[in-house]
């Protein structure tokens, strides 16, 4: 990677924490600001003194080290949590049946000394669209609900060899949102709907939409997602977490279901930014991630000197100096516009220097991008059904579909399915120029821009405060701030920045090609200076929004 390494980001991320263990952070800040009665979860979120809504992997390493804790009963309040939380919310389709004696094997590690990293013993949910040979892998559809796939994803593979427990599945947007014109995030056929822990009759937007409630509601320490297009960064913003995008490739696809080889990605989705950094280090398979080595827990904690007082050290100068240049996208409503306004003002006073910009060229990335996903949806596609029982290819599956009502009992629509049936073939000189003009045209508008403002990084809204979910509808989702970024196949981060009336809003980052070192690093200063997570309250509903 450019500039830094994970590995070094990672360690960085993980030293200030432990240097200031006993002092309450950010997370824990905000959680004591808000302890009304109705904010209170069904299932305490406190296990061994421990509160699950604001401890980070560090801080769980170290007590798993001295002891005060073990992964079995990490494993287990996580799963207590599920049974009593995720009835509201619907995020966890299914949990392991093997995550206890996972959490076991992992605390017999830890107790002979032989951790593999710092997801040692730390429960993980996957996005429905990941493969594991021990659990269905649907997509959200019937389709695939037979036999679990032959063998893990590669990225399940990274995070089994890391120690990580695997503690289940999470409901997701049906075919990640590539199914009908119109339709509705967070709802499958296997699944059903997944609501907003925030207010749950408004919607977690998708298609990664299980795991960003999931982690909202703290049902695990970390969550995957997936992304084409927004779908890792708009739950992220919705639902109040961390979520990051990471530069294509950097992260194996090799079993996870597709739309486009071309702009998929999986990224780690989590309540703080030190987790989402540590986990995607071991996602990318850095040699050191799932060893006892520079990630190793149980060595000594890493020096401060030369960090400049770390990531978390010094809140004053962690944004010193930075450029950020700010998309506003006023579109996205008044109250969203008023919040970048005071994130702004913010940051400025932790010393970035803000700066407002227009990346060029996304009207015609808008008319461009859509064509070229079609073809590609239908070359990839059909290569991963023809990896599965069931239906073999995409002519197949849209007939699947009309011949299972359940499959219509949200939206009866697969528009996008019958599209690219029928557009060109990735073979065609065509899409080839299509796909070549996305690409050329994203990397300007994200390069030429931070290039022309000696910029550190681009910000946006992640998102607009969540709709009302309805099936008859759809989504009301039209959210261009994920697109550059996405169809660069650059790297993008969603860290908490507000909210308008209950309503997460989340700031999107984004920067070069494989800058993700350094957008995590901006990601963890933007944080905590914003200090804007809270924890959810479950509202059944609320009334018109008003910017908080």
């Known amino acids: 990677m450019k500039k830094r390494s994970v590995r070094a980001l990672t360690t960085a991320l993980a030293v200030a924490p432990l240097l200031a263990a006993g ?12 302890t009304d009665s109705s904010s209170l979860p069904v299932e305490s979120t406190l296990v061994r003194g421990v509160d699950l809504d604001t401890v980070t992997i560090p ?39 093997t995550a206890l004696s996972q959490a076991a094997a992992s605390d017999f590690r830890h107790r002979r000394g032989k951790v593999r990293g710092p997801l040692d013993g730390i429960p993980v949910l996957l996005k429905d669209n990941v493969n594991t040979r021990d659990m269905p892998t649907t997509a959200g559809s019937l389709a695939l609900a037979g036999s679990p796939p032959d063998t893990d994803a590669e990225l399940v593979g990274r995070l089994r060899a890391a120690g990580a427990v ?17 339709p509705t995030s967070g709802w499958s056929a296997v699944g059903g709907q997944t609501h907003n822990p925030y207010v749950l009759d408004r919607n977690p937007c998708g298609s990664s939409s299980g795991s960003a409630a999931a982690i909202a509601a703290s049902l695990a320490q ?26 294509l490739g950097l992260v194996s696809q090799s079993g996870v ?16 930014v030190i987790d989402t950094a540590i986990t995607l280090a071991v996602l990318s398979g850095h040699k050191d991630a799932g060893s006892g080595g520079a990630f190793g827990p149980t060595e000594a904690v890493p020096r401060a000197e030369g960090l400049r007082g770390g990531l978390y050290g010094d809140l004053h100068g962690g944004l010193r100096g930075k450029r950020i240049g700010l998309w506003r996208l006023p579109s996205l409503g008044a109250d969203v516009d008023a919040l970048m306004t005071r994130t702004a003002a913010r940051l400025r006073a932790a010393g970035a ?49 009309r011949s299972h009502p359940a499959e219509r009992s949200c939206f009866a629509g697969q528009e996008l399915f019958e599209q690219a049936l029928a557009a060109p073939s990735t073979t065609d000189p065509r899409y080839r120029a299509v796909r070549a003009e996305l690409k050329d045209l994203s990397r300007r508008s994200i390069d030429e821009t931070m290039t022309a403002h000696d910029l550190d990084a681009i910000a946006s809204p992640a998102n607009p405060p969540a709709w009302t979910t309805d099936c008859a509808r759809g989504d009301n989702d039209v959210i261009p701030s994920s697109t550059p970024a996405a169809v660069a196949g650059y790297p993008s981060l969603s860290v908490p920045a507000g909210f308008v009336g209950e309503l997460p809003v989340g700031l999107l980052l984004m920067a070069g090609d494989h800058q993700d070192a350094d957008l995590l690093s901006l990601g963890a200063a933007v944080e905590q200076h914003l200090k804007a997570w809270q924890a959810p309250r479950y509202l059944p509903t609320v009334g018109p929004p008003s910017a908080e």
Request: glycine share 6%; with cysteine.
């Open 257 to 272: 279901v597709p739309i486009s080889a071309e702009q998929d990605t999986a990224g780690p989705m989590a309540r703080n």
């Open 353 to 401: 220097q803000v700066v407002e910009v227009t990346p060029p060229y996304q009207d015609r990335l808008a008319e461009l991008e859509f064509p070229a996903l079609l073809s590609e949806f239908h070359r990839d596609l059909d290569a991963y059904l023809a990896s599965r029982e069931g239906p073999r290819d995409l002519a197949a599956l849209v007939e699947f579909n």
């Open 222 to 247: 970390v969550a995957i997602g997936t992304e084409t297009d927004g779908s890792i960064v708009c739950p992220a913003g919705m639902n109040g977490v961390v979520g990051h995008k990471p530069s």
């Open 166 to 182: 695997i503690l289940g599945k999470t409901n997701m947007s049906e075919w990640a949102n590539f199914r009908a014109a119109k």
């Open 23 to 34: 002092v309450p952070g950010p997370f824990a800040q905000a959680v004591e600001a808000r």
């Open 59 to 97: 801080e769980l390493q170290a007590h798993m080290k001295r002891g005060s804790l073990t992964s079995s009963e990490l494993t287990r309040a996580y799963l207590r949590r599920i049974k009593a939380v995720d009835p509201k919310i619907n995020a966890v389709l299914r949990t392991s049946p």
